[in-house]
């Protein structure tokens, strides 16, 4: 119904009018009642942000953000209310205290200025941490994955979901569920990794972390966008539904379903020529009527003009905003634009129904009232402004445990590593001394630019400063830039790698944003080579002869081919956050046992088209190709300063048969047989020989991180539902097939420690939304031996 028209000057407070601020009815009986009351102009401030703090001096932190014109009059925006307000802590500096004092401010003026006085709601980014000055920076998504821990995510965006709350936040921007599809692309640094079961549970358990402090977490990106071709930032999708369903939709299922996200933001892809920000059948078709999702769709930034103006699907911004209401997207980001003045000119005009608009404006309102915002009684923040730390000793200590798990030691040849006691250890690389390498383009420093003035707001020690506590008489050159093709420096390199018994050699990425790293969005690779003159650098220290300690801080798997065999010993840290080099000294010394696994794999071949181990047979060495894209380190790698020994792999009951309908039950004993600490990840993999589609060779299905102390042993047990093994058939729909299958239980995707072969027994099951998702693990430790 349109409700008032323009110019009724009805008090919002008087009568039934009263309904939508009772709190003691049900959030949608709330927003029924307002949207009665309101406006056209009124029902579409709702569905628009506006920026508080755009950069207009060229360096936006949005792609073509610069292009879009100059945000509207603070004024004119408010006064018919507002639906959101768009990072007022991620845009420039600002002290955490004074930034929720002037939040709070703005929020009393929105309140004051329009009829119904109703705040906006306030969203931020929060991949690495609340992306504001002086927040804590933890690692990036890719060591999330890196951790195989999603129970230590899930604390971490915990307490980054209360200090965002504290500040006045209601909505944070993250997680990332993009699956890996193309290591070129600049935001893989942004991604869980590779699996569709590793970034689901991991990215679910993020959701409920951020979830659980009173935050809207907002899945990114819905979806397809990491598929891109050519590895290109916002290029066209060309993938097929069965991909689409089966590697890049799940993730997303996941956080729904065991995570309880409550927005989701599209993707700017475009999926066979289908822009998903016009795409119905998959943001209303596929989101909500076939997964029942109920809360509310926001617009990557710019997406909806991005309608009009990058993919040509509208001739203005009234049809942009047209096809994007339609799709499924309820409110646009950052500010207001395409759902300002042409929307409402295009619903006067009749081509765009408002029961759109009030469809949309009852999912935000729904929400709203879940966070508060329409109550009576409603305060800008939770508590005094004076409390608001957004970095303090717990904080630090959290990222710190993060990225010690995430370290990955990928070779120790001879026991290279940890580094002995007394030995004259020489530190080069362009990244050793760079506190900006242990940060992912999310992280406040790296995305809103350089503010010299201000500093980087938190103290981010380097891998040089870490290791110099830990190494007496550490020598230090750096080579080369990350991205220069200087090669002066080289020499000096060569020259402190000879001159000691061992060279740790740092080398990799500098995050940014398009153009202005090496790595982050809109900094895509042609290749996979080192950036720069890197890979000369490391050819050159190698020549020495000197033991050399290869360390990459990267947002990508780098190759790592022939050229580095000469290496004693690789270690990998995706982007481990402001105490990475902290974790990264401690590794080196042997303080802390590394425990982390790849999330990616990392390929051999620096020019070959990359491609990640969800591969069909074909899709791996085979006699038709000269081109091996076996990669020099898979997915699920990771070695360790103890070792592991594993036993007694089966089914439980002796089962042969699993019905397709049904359940089993997978164990293995697990036992520390070295003489320190550390953790194993006990990782369950399906082999599918015949069906009906092509499968990957091998693809996770579940897997548990289990720390053992030193003669510590463990057993392990997967309940592993036949859900898990389902996939697109031919006929487009998802099945459980009967067969036989193996179940492998490995340390990495390419090593299996044993294999259990099942035959699924039954009809082909075609099962939906509503299937199992998950292997859960039990962890029995110190089992009595021999038991059954």
Not at 455 to 473: H, T
Not at 555 to 564: F, K, N, Q, S, V
Not at 582 to 608: F, K, W, Y
Not at 630 to 645: D, I, Q, R
């Amino acid at each position: 119904m349109r409700g008032h028209e323009p110019g009724d000057t009805r008090s919002a407070a008087s009568g039934e009018s009263e309904q939508w601020r009772d709190a003691g009815l049900t959030p949608a009986q709330r927003a029924e009642a307002l949207i009665s009351l309101m406006t056209l102009e009124e029902k579409v401030a709702q569905l628009v942000g506006v920026w508080v703090g755009a950069d207009a001096s060229g360096g936006g932190v949005a792609p073509h953000q610069t292009d879009m014109g100059e945000g509207p009059d603070w004024q004119d925006a408010i006064r018919q209310g507002l639906g959101q307000l768009t990072r007022p802590f991620g845009t420039a500096p600002v002290d955490p205290v004074a930034g929720a004092r002037s939040l709070a401010a703005s929020q009393e003026e929105i309140v004051r200025a329009s009829r119904f006085g109703i705040p906006a709601q306030v969203h931020e980014e929060c991949l690495t941490g609340f992306a504001a000055w002086r927040a804590t920076v933890y690692p990036a998504p890719l060591s999330w994955g890196a951790s195989f821990d999603p129970g230590l995510v899930e604390e971490m965006a915990g307490r980054i979901g209360r200090s965002m709350r504290a500040a006045g936040v209601h909505q944070g921007l993250a997680p990332v569920l993009d699956v890996t599809r193309d290591y070129r692309w600049g935001r893989t640094e942004e991604t869980i990794g590779e699996d569709p079961y590793l970034v689901g549970t991991v990215g679910a358990a993020y959701v409920r972390g951020l979830e659980s402090a009173g935050l809207v977490a907002t899945l990114k990106h819905f979806a397809g966008y990491s598929a891109s071709r050519g590895g290109r930032n916002l290029a066209p999708v060309h993938m097929g539904r069965r991909e689409l369903a089966d590697v890049i939709l799940p993730p997303f299922e996941m956080a729904l379903r065991l995570g309880g996200a409550r927005s989701v933001m599209n993707s700017y892809a475009e999926i066979d020529g289908v822009p998903v920000a016009a795409d119905e059948s998959l943001l209303t078709g596929l989101l909500r009527d076939e997964w029942g999702f109920e809360g509310t769709v926001v617009a990557d930034y710019f997406s909806v003009r991005f309608l009009e103006r990058l993919h040509g699907v509208a001739a203005d911004g009234g049809q942009a905003a047209g096809l994007a209401l339609r799709a499924g997207i309820d409110v646009e980001l950052p500010t207001v634009d395409a759902y300002g003045a042409p929307l409402v000119e295009a619903v006067k005009a009749g081509a765009v129904d408002e029961a759109l608009i009030d469809r949309a404006l009852r999912r935000v309102l729904i929400q709203k009232a879940e966070l508060g915002l329409l109550d009576a009684d409603w305060t800008p923040l939770p508590g005094p402004a004076e409390e608001v730390r957004l970095d303090d000793e717990e904080s630090q200590e959290l990222a710190l445990r993060l990225a010690r798990e995430a370290i990955v030691l990928l070779r120790n040849d001879d026991g290279a590593l940890p580094l002995a006691a007394g030995s004259r250890v020489a530190l080069v690389g362009p990244v050793a001394d760079d506190p900006m390498a242990m940060l992912g383009c999310y992280a406040f420093p790296a995305h809103v630019g350089p503010h010299p003035e201000h500093g980087l707001g938190v103290e981010i020690p380097s891998l040089r400063e870490a290791l110099a506590e830990r190494v007496p008489g550490l020598t230090y050159a750096p080579g080369c830039d990350i991205s220069g093709a200087d090669t002066s420096g080289i020499a000096e390199a060569v020259e402190l790698a000879k001159n000691s018994d061992v060279c740790v050699l740092a080398v990799g990425d500098r995050a940014g944003l398009f153009g202005r790293g090496t790595s982050g969005e809109g900094c895509d690779a042609t290749d996979l080579r080192l950036p720069g003159v890197q890979a000369e650098l490391v050819e050159a220290v190698l020549a020495t002869g000197t033991p050399v300690v290869l360390v990459l801080l990267a947002g990508r798997p780098y190759a790592l081919g022939p050229e580095t065999d000469a290496a004693k010993a690789v270690l990998f840290g995706f982007f481990p956050g402001q105490r990475g080099g902290q974790a990264l000294a401690e590794v080196l010394t042997g303080a802390v046992n590394p425990t982390g696994r790849l999330p990616v794999s990392v390929p051999r071949d620096a020019g070959g088209l990359p491609s990640t181990y969800l591969s069909p047979p074909l899709g791996r060495r085979s006699q038709v190709s000269s081109v091996d894209p076996t990669p020099a380190y898979p997915f699920g790698h990771g070695l360790s300063y103890t070792g592991y020994e594993w036993s007694g792999a089966r089914v439980r009951g002796g089962v042969t048969d699993w019905p397709v309908d049904g359940e089993v039950e997978v164990e293995v004993t697990v036992r520390n047989t070295g003489e320190r600490a550390g953790a194993e990840v006990v990782q369950l993999y399906l082999h599918d020989p015949v069906a009906q589609t092509t499968r990957p060779v091998v693809r996770l299905i579940g897997f548990a991180r289990v720390p053992l102390e030193a003669g510590e042993s463990a057993r392990v047990a997967f309940t592993v539902p036949a859900d898990l093994t389902s996939f697109t058939g031919t006929g487009g729909r998802r099945i459980v097939e009967p067969g036989e299958v193996e179940l492998r239980l490995g340390r990495s995707c390419a090593e299996a420690v044993a294999t259990l072969p099942l035959r699924l027994t039954g009809d082909v099951r075609e099962i939906g939304h509503r299937r199992r998702l998950q292997a859960p693990a039990q962890i029995d430790r110190n089992p009595p031996e021999g038991r059954a």
